[in-house]
C-alpha cells in the first residue's frame, strides 16, 4: 500500500501512538510506528511522503545477495520537523553494472524486528542521550510479526533493485524536542550519518 503524506497524517491522527525516546543508558519512555509499501523493481517502496528534500549524505555500501556481492549507494534526504514528526526518507541505488545481480531489500534494514521492514532504522539525539525508534500505531490486535503496526517501508520481500535502479524508503519518528538541531540516523548495515540537520 503507498501512503501520501496526507495518508500517514491521518493513520497518525487516528491511531493512538508512542512516539517519545527511549533512553540509550537504562529506562524507556517508550517507542512508536506502522506503514508499508514495496515496488516490484526500483521505484518507491511504502510511498514516502512528499517532498523529500535535497540529498545531504551519501553511504556506499555492500550487500550479498544469492552469494554475490551488490553495491548499494544509500543517500539521505535532509530532515524536517512536521506536525511532530520527522520522517527518514532514504533512496537506495544498486550501482552493479549493467546485466549485473538485482538486489531483493528484505529484511536487509529491519536490524532486530521482525519482518522485511525499516523498522530496524533509529534516531539518537547525543544532547539528551535517547534513542527514538520507528514509530507505530498502538494496535492489541497487531502481533510481533504484523508489518503493519510500523510508520515505515515495509514488504519489503517483494521489492528487488535492478542495476542502475533505485528505491525509496521510508521512517516515521516521533520528533526530538525543538532544541536539538541535530541527530545521527542508524540504519542497520549501513555506516551510521552522523550530526544530521534538524530543520
Not at 543508558?25 to 523529500?52: I, K, Q, V
Not at 535502479?165 to 538541531?181: I, K, M, T
Amino acid at each position: 500500500m503507498r501512503l501520501s503524506r496526507m495518508a500517514i497524517v491521518g493513520v497518525l491522527a487516528l491511531a493512538v501512538l508512542s512516539s517519545t525516546g527511549c533512553g540509550i543508558f537504562g529506562g524507556a519512555d517508550g517507542a512508536s510506528g506502522s506503514g508499508s509499501g514495496s515496488a516490484p523493481a526500483g521505484g518507491t517502496a511504502g510511498g514516502e511522503p512528499e517532498p523529500l528534500g535535497g540529498i545531504i549524505a551519501t553511504r556506499e555500501i555492500e550487500v550479498e545477495e544469492s552469494g554475490r556481492i551488490v553495491p548499494v549507494r544509500v543517500e539521505l534526504h535532509q530532515l524536517r520537523r512536521d506536525n511532530g514528526f520527522v520522517t527518514v526518507n532514504l533512496r537506495m541505488t544498486n550501482t552493479g553494472p549493467e546485466g549485473g545481480q538485482r538486489w531483493q531489500v528484505a529484511d536487509e534494514f529491519a536490524g532486530e524486528t521482525v519482518g522485511h521492514t525499516m523498522a530496524g532504522v533509529s534516531l539518537v539525539d547525543r544532547k539528551n542521550r535517547k534513542q527514538y525508534l520507528v514509530a507505530r500505531v498502538d494496535n492489541p490486535g497487531a502481533g510481533q510479526n504484523n508489518q503493519e503496526q510500523y510508520l515505515c517501508s515495509a514488504d519489503l520481500a517483494g521489492v528487488f533493485v535492478q542495476p542502475g535502479q533505485s528505491v525509496q524508503l521510508y521512517a516515521v519518528f516521533g520528533a526530538p524536542p525543538d532544541e536539538v538541531r541535530a541527530v545521527d540516523i542508524v540504519v542497520p548495515n549501513v555506516p551510521v550519518f552522523e550530526n544530521v540537520p534538524l530543520g
